[in-house]
T-cell receptor, first 114, second 114 residues
Framework: SQTIHQWPATLVQPVGSPLSLECTVE??????LYWYRQAAGRGLQLLFY??????ISSEVPQNLSASRPQDRQFILSSKKLLLSDSGFYLC?????????????FGPGTRLTVL | SQQGEEDPQALSIQEGENATMNCSYK?????LQWYRQNSGRGLVHLIL?????REKHSGRLRVTLDTSKKSSSLLITASRAADTASYFC??????????????FGKGTKLSVIP
């Protein structure tokens, strides 16, 4: 069966510090991968998605970046965090072409920027 | 802007009652999905309804889709305290080959009182 891991679960970082959040998927090949941010009491904002190694699409201009160095690994990064980067970050995967794009989510990372 | 908008934003009911949540969207879709999120956790896929379907059931869940009104509803029958969560609709507005994005609404926060 497929599983998705995210870490860390919580993170408190000072403004201006770098960020690296990691997401890995097991039990599937060639998944589509997604990073979302969820502000308190709000819906999900799609930040990045990837359909293959090294292929990243950005949905919202910001100081965040994403990379996919391996098929089942998706990394969210920042060189300098802003206060507005605080939020709940969710990684998700879906099957590649041919599926109905049901997405399966990781447990999330709660990021607080102080 | 958000493709899906849930209504109501919050709903409080007694255990055993039925809960109905609605979702409206703006553009043509290929399918609509409902997800559940417990507080501080990732989203869990509940049910998917395709654009050519009008109603779908899964256990105590019933989803309807009216493409002429661009709306969907999620009914949870005989609610339980464990159903307390936020519920999100998400639309897949694929055009052409391949679809990699879902657009999520802001969610309905359901509280089931024992």
């Amino acid at each position: 069966s497929q599983t998705i891991h995210q870490w860390p679960a919580t993170l408190v970082q000072p403004v201006g510090s770098p960020l690296s959040l990691e997401c890995t998927v097991e039990g599937t090949s060639n998944p589509n991968l997604y990073w979302y941010r969820q502000a308190a009491g709000r819906g999900l904002q799609l930040l990045f998605y990837s359909v293959g190694i090294g292929q990243i699409s950005s949905e919202v201009p910001q100081n965040l970046s994403a990379s996919r160095p391996q098929d089942r690994q998706f990394i969210l990064s920042s060189k300098k965090l802003l206060l507005s980067d605080s939020g709940f970050y969710l990684c998700a995967w879906s099957a590649g072409q041919g599926g109905y794009n049901e997405q399966f989510f990781g447990p999330g990372t709660r990021l607080t920027v102080l | 802007s958000q493709q899906g908008e849930e209504d109501p934003q919050a709903l409080s009911i007694q255990e055993g009652e039925n809960a109905t949540m609605n979702c409206s969207y703006k553009t043509s879709i290929n399918n609509l999905q409902w997800y559940r999120q417990n507080s501080g956790r990732g989203l869990v896929h509940l049910i998917l309804i395709r654009s050519n379907e009008r109603e779908k059931h899964s256990g105590r869940l019933r989803v309807t889709l009216d493409t002429s009104k661009k709306s969907s509803s999620l009914l949870i029958t005989a609610s339980r305290a464990a159903d307390t969560a936020s519920y999100f609709c998400a639309t897949d507005a694929r055009s052409g080959a391949g679809s990699y994005q879902l657009t999520f609404g802001k969610g309905t926060k359901l509280s089931v009182i024992p």
